[in-house]
């Protein structure tokens, strides 16, 4: 489908200037920025006055199928939240939940203008199928725990699971592997998920120093910082998504570094389970590829990266004690250009320049809480909400349009979801 | 007006119980909840099916006219903001812009779900019209900087202002008095405000150790931290707001304990200016009362209580290191209870029960980012947003109903506040 987006405001990061023009999206990819060639023939006219149109977000680091139990179980501490409320019902969950959970995930994403994520569970399978039948990307990443034994066995599987969904939705889905994280994990099974993952070229996907505890327990039991044991173990020999890395020295920020490691910031998550404050500036400042996650709906409570860009701004300027820290444009390059390369995209990715896939999402720039507008950048980060997004193209197909979804069916994928909760009881 | 809510869910905080019901207006008061009695008229219907109904969110510190400056100078060190950004754009604002401001922040503040805020600016007069203009109850403080003499000239015109204003809107105004901060008056004007606000029998409105810098100087120049200084100048003498409140030590927290002071926690611009992160949880323990503001749109960007509410709840987990700290509940009743206290509402104010004022929201909980529906009171705090307030009611007017503002011209006041701006260039 061949969009015209109209008279829209955006970035040209050519010469870093504010314009307003036509976006032409052909072929899921954008055609022309600016002035649009008059033998260009729009199927669909996106009427864009008054919106910012920018790079669509990318949530690098969630668990989507968990939206079930979204407002659950709250203020709780880490085990008894685990050990009491979601272990025993996620025991439970079958195709079918893992389906409609995941569908209500794709929803949000969508109405919050994010077009791809990487995301690490089980049955994910069920999660691929939601991520197609919405049109949204997906870094599924399949999660493994234990030692050599059971890596092994999980891998057999794993190659099936690779070979049906790398690639499928005509692109749309990535597959990784998901090595948990040094406290589910052994030494031998990050191996065996390094060796596949070198064997089949794909990506890795792993959760590091998100404790203190977690920091302490890796020292005592392998002499090495969860960092280290993930570089000796071969996990940063692929592409590697490291979700949170909050308890970080200057030695294990330099092997992310070097690594090429893509690291994931998810603030309100290790706010509310008090696991502590990411040292994000410092690890821009030493080079290491940064983007933004949501983590999980159950520690949240939800998938709104525009809350998420906003405690990264301010957290970043209240840690380092300079209100100059992490400006807003290096916020949202964080949500879309390292998104974007956390997840393998293409280099363009999360960019709007020509050739670039066509991921795009048009934000209202006219409500209240964003006038009089200066300077839209500083709103997506500041002042605006994720209700703000009017419409959003994924690989160049229309997803929302003015709020709505022409595709899914809300109130039924709601209602499936509210029956999945209630089977689980 | 008689209003009926229909079908909402609402706690009902005399047993603490979710119950689904109906809740009866009549004469600005609260007159039933649950049931309501037959021969009750209503005027006009809302119905609530899908939402929480819940006490109106109260702003108990801002700077309203400030939003003119939103997302104008962001990622600045303070002075270079307020010498070279701030202060020579206000040097040039008059009524028409004072009052345009107020009133796109006006607007903001109902679609946010607000009724109530603390207000300090000079040119007062044009803030407080505009609150009686769109319905909204404002404490209207007069701010004060310098030194006695300079305090007890602008004193003079205050007396006038006060007898002017107090109670005006049948009730919607309150004054106070606003001595600044310790940083912009000596203890001189402390005591002439405090002396006046004693005289007339108002509150006092001041801005207390936001800083590290503020805290150091103040100690240098008095001898006294500025809560010390404050208390001894008579400040606490009198219903006072107490806004940030970042830097005390446990002396100063006992002060303003036993002087019943109102501290206003403001998280989003302590973050945003690097002013640091107030030690809320410590301060709640020790019995302070505390509220929630967004200060002004120009360090925030905005007047969103949502942000502010979820910034509070996961700031005091991560400082405290326990994620049980300030459950969502508690969160809520600072942004509501706490905040009328603060504003010197009756007692009642703040609180869904029979006889209290009828400030009121409706919260939208059927959106996909707060299914399925487990708590709407962690649904508020975790993963609500502004845009969900569907409906929003105070001193018993209906000022918002399914998102639409019957009384206000919402494209001409943001016509008008740009055109404001536009005048300051």
Known sequence: MNILIQHGMYFDETDGELRTGDIAVAGGKILNLGAVPSEFHADHILKAAGCFVTPALVNAHTHLAMSLFRNLADDMSLMDWLEHKIWPLEEKMGPSELYWAS????????????TASADMYFGMDQVAQAAIDSGLRLNAAVGLTGDRRTAREKLRSFRDFFHQWEGAGEGLIRVDIGPHAP?????GCFEEAAACAADLDCGIHVHLSETAGEVEETKNRFGLSPVELAARSGLFDQRCIAAHCVHVDRQDIELLNNSNVHVVHNPSSNLKLASGFARVKEMMDMGVNLAIGT?????????????EMHLTALLA?????????????????MASVGGAA???????????????????ILVRMDGV???????PRAAMVYSAQAADVDSVI????LLMERRRLPHLDEVEIRRKAQEAFEHLQ
Chains 1, 2 share one sequence.
């Open 295 to 307: 983590d999980g709906s159950s520690s949240n409570n939800n998938l709104n990266m525009f809350e």
């Open 317 to 333: 300027k209240a840690l380092s004690g300079d209100p100059t820290a992490l400006p807003a444009g290096q916020v949202l390059r």
């Open 103 to 114: 569908m209500l995930s794709m929803v949000e994403l969508i109405r919050g203008g994010v």
């Open 342 to 360: 956390a997840l393998g995209l293409p280099e363009s990715g999360g960019r709007l320049r020509i050739g670039a896939p066509a991921d795009i």
């Open 183 to 187: 406290y589910t994990c052994d030494d």
């Open 369 to 375: 809480h964003n006038s009089p507008l200066h300077d």
């Open 394 to 397: 994924c690989n160049g197909r």
